[in-house]
């Protein structure tokens, strides 16, 4: 979660000289939110090149694979029937691209469609900050043998071929999560009089990546904990990105830093969500 702390801190340090575009709910730095959207995205690119030139198995590494080695809990993508059914892959695409896009159902809500603009810049940061946490902290840097490598039927084509070592962890759930948590937050956030009902948005939100995550293990791509990384951290950039800019306009009441003194003497940090 480095991205999302440094992005803070710049955030904060940058954005108290910057101009301010003020909405109801969010503080929308266009000086700072736009280079950093763009520079994220530039991070992705290069990050995805570098995915690219990643190492391939050989035949000798996928002969000394054995499901046995596999911890228990991830054990069981095994036990599935295979080959997986023909349409897997093309449904769990769709249904990350349907969730990635599905943010735009937000400006059916009047207050949210006002603030359009500043929206559309929040959302496009905190999904480029969630693609660099997956790349970065996932693939780029780590190998993980995806589940369908070791199915003794599967065609060596496939085996020796490219992204079969980018299981951990779940993009596909990450950016799922990510729109969806996003949807949740952003409602709840405009709409305060929800209350405790808010929770039901969160609930729903578990929905889009539930949906995409199933057909990725149907399709033997990932194990069950890459997929649970994916949905937390997914789920974790989609409020986080949201909520940063809803506390550094409001740094002041929601923030406190107090000495106090007693057995101890020191500072006391309080921060309100």
Same mark, same amino acid.
């Given at each position: 979660?480095?991205?999302? *702390?440094?992005?803070?801190?710049?955030?904060?340090?940058?954005?108290?000289?910057?101009?301010?575009?003020?909405?109801?709910?969010?503080?929308?730095?266009?000086?700072?939110?736009?280079?950093?959207?763009?520079?994220?995205?530039?991070?992705?690119?290069?990050?995805?090149?570098?995915?690219?030139?990643?190492?391939?198995?050989?035949?000798?590494?996928?002969?000394?694979?054995?499901?046995?080695?596999?911890?228990?809990?991830? %054990?069981? @993508?095994?036990?599935?029937?295979?080959?997986?059914?023909?349409?897997?892959?093309?449904?769990?695409?769709?249904?990350?691209?349907?969730?990635?896009?599905?943010?735009?159902?937000?400006?059916?809500?009047?207050?949210?469609?006002?603030?359009?603009?500043?929206?559309?810049?929040?959302?496009?940061?905190?999904?480029?900050?969630?693609?660099?946490?997956?790349?970065?902290?996932?693939?780029?840097?780590?190998?993980?043998? %995806?589940?369908?490598?070791?199915?003794?039927?599967?065609?060596?084509?496939?085996?020796?071929?490219?992204?079969?070592?980018?299981?951990?962890?779940?993009?596909?759930?990450? #950016?799922?999560?990510?729109?969806?948590?996003?949807?949740?937050?952003?409602?709840?956030?405009?709409?305060?009089?929800?209350?405790?009902?808010?929770?039901?948005?969160?609930?729903?939100?578990? *929905?889009?990546?539930?949906?995409?995550?199933?057909?990725?293990?149907?399709?033997?791509?990932?194990?069950?904990?890459?997929?649970?990384?994916?949905?937390?951290?997914?789920?974790?950039?989609? @409020?986080?990105?949201?909520?940063?800019?809803?506390?550094? %306009?409001?740094?002041?009441?929601?923030?406190?830093? @107090?000495?106090?003194?007693?057995?101890?003497?020191?500072?006391?940090?309080? #921060?309100?969500?």
């Amino acid at each position: 979660m480095i991205f999302l *702390i440094l992005y803070s801190s710049i955030f904060k340090a940058i954005g108290q000289d910057s101009t301010k575009t003020f909405n109801e709910v969010y503080n929308i730095k266009y000086k700072v939110d736009i280079p950093i959207t763009v520079g994220m995205f530039a991070l992705n690119i290069y990050g995805f090149n570098r995915l690219s030139q990643k190492s391939t198995l050989d035949s000798l590494e996928v002969l000394a694979l054995d499901q046995n080695n596999v911890w228990a809990f991830d %054990r069981h @993508v095994f036990s599935q029937s295979h080959p997986a059914p023909p349409n897997t892959y093309t449904i769990s695409d769709y249904g990350l691209w349907i969730s990635y896009l599905s943010p735009a159902l937000l400006f059916i809500d009047k207050k949210i469609r006002k603030d359009w603009l500043d929206i559309t810049i929040l959302y496009l940061e905190t999904q480029s900050i969630n693609l660099n946490i997956y790349l970065w902290a996932g693939p780029v840097f780590t190998t993980r043998v %995806r589940p369908l490598v070791y199915m003794e039927d599967e065609s060596w084509d496939y085996k020796l071929g490219p992204e079969t070592t980018d299981s951990f962890f779940s993009g596909h759930v990450a #950016m799922a999560a990510g729109a969806s948590f996003f949807i949740a937050k952003v409602l709840s956030d405009y709409h305060p009089e929800l209350g405790a009902k808010k929770w039901w948005l969160y609930g729903g939100a578990l *929905i889009p990546p539930a949906f995409v995550g199933y057909f990725r293990y149907r399709g033997f791509m990932h194990f069950p904990t890459d997929l649970l990384l994916g949905l937390v951290v997914g789920a974790a950039v989609g @409020v986080s990105g949201p909520q940063i800019h809803k506390i550094s %306009r409001k740094v002041n009441k929601n923030m406190s830093l @107090v000495p106090f003194t007693g057995r101890t003497t020191g500072l006391l940090f309080t #921060m309100k969500l």
